[in-house]
């Protein structure tokens, strides 16, 4: 998902962004640090370790609002991306054939562990909240996230080797 945030960041700004594929944001962003990248891309948590140094300066965040963890920074939409606004998330997933019965249990495992304070904590260390959903509001995001972002993938020919 970065890369097409920053694809959408480029193409709004008249910027051509060159990707240049890493194994992991922080390989990417230590070389952003010592000047052989010129930005990066990547989920708030990565950089907030680099943040609270003075590392990096983050430019934007992609949410809908402000995020908690860097409430100074502002999003693309309030600079007049009105388009880029993009919520990263996580998601449990099982093999299809599972039983709706393991799948209704471990759901509810989820979103109880997800709501308990130590989960809410540990998540927050690395930039993420805990935003607990059902197996149905799940399959709704991704239809609605395959819908956004294929046009785009279709355009600039990304692919899983990309």
């Known amino acids: 998902m970065p890369h097409f945030v920053a694809e959408l960041f480029g193409r709004a700004a008249g910027i051509d962004f060159k ?3 890493y194994r992991g944001t922080q390989p990417a962003i ?8 010129a930005s990066v891309s990547g989920p708030l948590g990565e950089f907030l370790q ?3 140094t003075g590392k990096v300066r983050l430019l934007a965040t992609s949410g809908p609002a402000r995020s908690k963890f860097a409430p100074n920074v502002s999003t693309y939409a309030e600079q007049g991306f009105k ?3 993009f919520d990263e998330w996580f ?3 099982l093999p299809a054939k599972a039983s709706p019965e393991v799948v209704n249990r471990l759901s509810a495992a989820i979103r109880t562990a997800l709501s308990s304070p130590e989960v809410v904590d540990a998540l927050a260390q690395m930039g993420l909240e805990a935003k607990p959903s059902t197996p149905v509001e799940l399959a709704a995001l991704l239809k609605r996230d395959t819908d956004r972002w ?3 993938i279709k355009t600039i020919g990304f ?3 990309s």
């Not at 230590?30 to 990248?37: A, E, H, I, S």
């Open 30 to 37: 230590v070389d952003m640090m010592g000047g052989q990248l």
């Open 50 to 52: 680099h943040l609270s």
């Open 150 to 152: 294929a046009p785009l």
């Open 19 to 21: 990707h240049v594929p």
């Open 159 to 161: 692919t899983a080797d």
């Open 83 to 85: 388009d880029i606004v």
């Open 91 to 93: 998601a449990f997933y």
